[in-house]
């Protein structure tokens, strides 16, 4: 890369980073929300921009609202009682492809049981694609998560709100494998 398109690049994840720091410094938000809202204006339009949320859960009481269903009725999609649902579901039109995230602060890491259970959701709504990704505040909380309960379920993602401009891909020795023989 030629050195300025170097230098705008670090510039800009910097920018990112500072912005990210010194939103959770100022955080008067319980953590979650705090997560939560970095989820949908910072990580949603970097990574995943042609989605749109169709559903937040960041409160205590009814977990889904009017405006939620509307949306969700929009994209096909109807909650059933048995059904697990995430922190933040988006939903990109064009290619109906939904997206899972979950913001842990205490628990709720994307692993094979919520994989398999949004699975299931998905493929009942006849969805096209389905990705996931766990976002945790800052390297420690995902560092002290992870090394307590390793659950992160391969083929997702990982992104740390304190370094914002990156995410991460799960992998395992197998899917590493395969990966590289294709």
Known sequence: ?????????TRARL???????????????????????????????????AFEVLYVDAGDGDRVMNEDTAALRRAGLDIELGDSMPDVLLWNQNTDALWVIEAVTSDGEVDLH???????FARRHAKKRLGFTTAYASWKEAAARQGKHKNIAPGTRIWIQEDGAKQFTVETFETSRQRQCQ
């Open 1 to 9: 890369m030629p050195p300025a398109l170097t230098e705008d690049v």
């Open 15 to 49: 920018k990112v980073q500072a912005d990210l720091a010194k939103a959770a410094a100022a955080g008067v938000e319980p953590p979650r929300k705090n997560l939560i809202a970095a989820v949908i204006e910072v990580y949603g339009p970097r990574f995943l921009p």
């Open 114 to 120: 919520k994989l398999e259970n949004l699975t299931r």
